[in-house]
């Protein structure tokens, strides 16, 4: 039986959350699905959290991912937007946590930078290099934050043969023990 490594990746957002899933078979990457969210029409944050959550879940269970990469969040001019868009993450971080399967974080440089090989790419570079990397005649979806998702996962498959200096969790205990001051 030939092994097979499921990986999830997460763009997170508050307007459109991206998310990838490849296939590693024998090192040979294959794309499973490439899907986003689209939380620009819901009324409010909490509602847009709940579906985040949902969504999170839902494409755990269909698909069984082995492991978890997300975006972590960067700072950038507006502190309010960096809160929401961390809550995003860490809805999507409970949701893998929830289902036990191990997670990591890298930063929107390192993912480029192991996609393109600059840290500085474009959204548009990341997703034609992507498409080349996984040999897509076009690409399947029309918001480049559902590429960020994908490019997320393909990140840390080429990071995954060793440490990466990453912050990595295999549950709730380890996510707790590395952020006691997140325990209240």
């Not at 990746?9 to 078979?25: H, L, Q, R, W």
């Not at 961390?86 to 192991?114: C, F, H, N, W």
């Not at 990397?133 to 080429?158: I, N, Q, W």
Request: charged share 25%; proline share 4%.
């Amino acid at each position: 039986m030939e092994n097979e490594k499921i990986i999830l990746g997460i763009d997170p957002g508050t307007t459109v959350m991206g998310f990838g899933i490849i296939s590693v078979k024998k090192s040979k990457i294959e794309l499973v699905c490439i899907t986003e969210l689209i939380l620009k029409k819901y009324p409010n944050h909490a509602t847009k959290l709940k579906y985040i959550f949902e969504k999170t879940l839902a494409l755990i269970d269909e698909y069984h991912p082995d492991e978890v990469a997300l975006e972590a969040p960067f700072y950038g001019k507006n502190v309010q937007s960096m809160l929401k868009l961390g809550r995003a993450q860490g809805v999507a971080m409970a949701a893998s946590l929830y289902r036990d399967i191990p997670i990591t974080e890298y930063s929107p440089k390192k993912i480029k930078m192991a996609i393109t090989g600059n840290g500085n790419a474009s959204k548009e570079q990341v997703a034609g290099m992507l498409q080349n990397l996984l040999k897509m005649k076009e690409f399947p979806t029309r918001y480049l934050d559902a590429s960020d998702g994908l490019a997320v996962a393909v990140c840390h498959y080429f990071n995954s043969g060793g440490d990466t200096g990453e912050k990595k969790y295999s549950g709730w205990e380890s996510f707790l023990k590395n952020h006691p001051d997140r325990l209240k």
